[in-house]
């Protein structure tokens, strides 16, 4: 690793699992509980508005309850301290990585924190509890969402995000199954453009055999280990 190494790096929601944020896919995680088609697509939000809503009011009001945990913490700690590029991409849509001292974050699935006009692509500071209905309010249009990437709608910075990964160095994906593209096909696009890729999970994720580095175990752990290896602390 190279001190002026541009670092590119994919986090999903076991990076915020030890701050207490369940995942989707463990078996108590947020799909055992509610079907992914009933909360997380544009035809399940059209169907029953008021559940979807009410799924994400639920999620962003647990934002009060959690805190960053080291893994968040360290990777703010390698985008201040590091001479090269750091990027963080996140399919979470918590706000943990900002609170952990992140300063540029892309979230390619969106944030609770933020509301979404239908009408108009409007986005403000979204209020702790939405309702269905809720007026825009740079149009008025009573078409307010969660400003979520759903299945079946395109993530955000698509373009931004395959140009940084064309030019990565290293690559490493955090706490993600690799089961949701297109972000599960990232490490494919990285070790195209050469970099060396790294995966921290507590066990092979679904695209485990892309990355050709496995750091096993919590990420409240691993991340901390890398990033003083890294900075040579
Ligand atoms: C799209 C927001 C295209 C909602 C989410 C091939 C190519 C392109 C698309 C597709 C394709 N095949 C299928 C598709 C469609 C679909 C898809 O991927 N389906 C899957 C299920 C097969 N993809 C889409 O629809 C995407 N859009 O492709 O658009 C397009 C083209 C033209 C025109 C229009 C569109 C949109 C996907 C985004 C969906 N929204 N989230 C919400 O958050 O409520 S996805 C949702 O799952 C989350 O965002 C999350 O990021 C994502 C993945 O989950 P993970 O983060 O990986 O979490 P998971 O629980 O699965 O795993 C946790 C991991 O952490 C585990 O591995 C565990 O071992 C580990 N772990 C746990 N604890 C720890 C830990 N690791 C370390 N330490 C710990 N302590």
Known sequence: MASSDKIVILTGAGISAESGIETFRAEDGLWAQHRVEDVATPEGFARDPELVVNF????????????????????????????????????????????????KVWHMHGELNSALCAACDHRWAAPLVMAPGDACPSCH????????????????????????????????????????????????????????????????SAVGSQFQEHRTGPAGQTVPAWVDEILGS
């Open 56 to 103: 994400y009011n639920a999620r962003r009001a647990q934002l009060a309850d959690v805190v960053p945990n080291p893994a968040h913490k360290a990777l703010a700690r390698l985008e201040a301290a590091h001479q090269g590029e750091v990027v963080v991409i996140t399919q979470n849509v918590d706000d943990l990585h900002e609170r952990g001292g992140m300063k």
């Open 141 to 204: 249009a009573p078409a307010a969402r969660p400003d979520i990437v759903w299945f079946g709608e395109m993530p955000y910075d698509m373009d931004a995000l395959f140009a940084h990964l064309g030019a990565a160095d290293v690559f490493a994906a955090i706490g993600t199954s690799g089961n949701v593209y297109p972000a599960a096909g990232f490490v494919a696009e990285a070790r195209r453009a050469g970099a060396h890729t790294i995966e921290f999970n507590l066990e092979r």
